[in-house]
């Protein structure tokens, strides 16, 4: 029997969020998989992967800020806004020269904070039920929406220069949703010479860390996160008796514990250390919005 767990992977460059899935599914025995936000081939670092009923708790976790590491390249634009692209546009070396360290503080400042952000037209967002990436490989022109997003942390790092070149390395928190790529494109865009990413890792999604994460080819035997544990850790814990648990799994609200919730969403924990389900308000009573599988002893 395979046991509910949240697993945290080290994506090397290269591969597909699908292929560490794939892979996962092989060392665990299992076909029920899911990754909580997806990481391009290029890019490497943090997947968090649900097993067999912690998939549930995906939802739970994909909306959660994130921390990214990556190395901007301005003096040039391409396809993709990464360097998997083909370069379209480059700057004079002279133009590149002419863009000081105040200058690129500016642009960071500027894309710093609450923002309008238009997602790469690579990106996985579905237009009309088809991921935008599969559009563009298919010769069509793909324009998305501008979303709002938040990026509460954008640090220079360093700053390397080469003939022509400005490479940064910069580190990123911001809101789910964020496109780091789209940063780098508009930095360039707003310093006058382009830019694109050339290296894009994930070192954080919510509390989880990329230093607790094993690598793709140590899955077997891999240690993994209760789904209590993984819960407590995105929500608020709600120790549960074992009546209330029963309860709770048979659908029936608890009565005038609303007050209990000091947010909107709570992780219930029964008196065995098991994740009951995700439980919120309804009026005065609280009542499951999601249920785990009953652990059978």
Request: proline share 3%; aromatic share 4%.
């Amino acid at each position: 029997m395979v046991v509910p767990a949240i697993l945290l992977v080290d994506k090397p460059g290269g591969l597909t969020s699908h292929d560490v899935v794939a892979r996962t599914r092989r060392a665990f025995g299992t076909r029920k998989v899911g990754h909580a936000g997806t990481l391009d081939p290029m890019a490497t670092g943090l997947l968090v992967l649900g097993i067999e009923g912690a998939t549930r708790l995906l939802t739970y976790i994909v909306g959660a800020d994130k921390t990214y590491e990556a190395t901007i390249r301005l003096g040039a634009s391409t396809t993709t806004d990464d360097a998997e692209g083909e370069v379209v546009a480059a700057a004079d070396a002279s133009m590149v020269a002419g863009v000081d360290d105040a200058a690129v503080a500016t642009g960071v400042a500027a894309l710093t904070g609450a923002i309008s952000q238009v997602p790469s037209s690579v990106s996985a967002i579905k237009v009309d039920g088809r991921r935008a990436y599969d559009r563009v490989r298919a010769g069509e022109d793909v324009f998305l929406a501008a979303r709002e997003v938040v990026v509460s942390r954008f640090d220079v790092l360093e700053i390397r220069r080469d003939e022509g070149i400005l490479d940064l390395d910069v580190v990123v928190d911001c809101s789910s949703g964020t496109y780091i790529r789209s940063l780098a494109r508009d930095l360039g865009t707003a310093l006058g010479v382009g830019g694109y990413l050339t290296a894009l890792r994930r070192t954080r999604v919510g509390p989880f860390s990329v230093g607790d994460a094993v690598g793709v080819d140590d899955l077997e035997g891999a240690a993994t996160l209760t789904p209590a544990e993984a819960a407590a850790s995105v929500l608020v814990p709600l120790p549960v008796t074992a009546a209330e648990a029963r309860d709770l799994r048979h659908g029936k609200r608890l009565g005038g514990q609303a007050e209990r919730l000091t947010a909107p969403l709570a992780a219930a924990i029964d008196e065995d250390g098991e994740l009951v389900g995700i439980v919120e308000k309804r009026g005065a009573d609280l009542k499951s919005a999601m249920n785990m599988p009953e652990v059978i002893r």
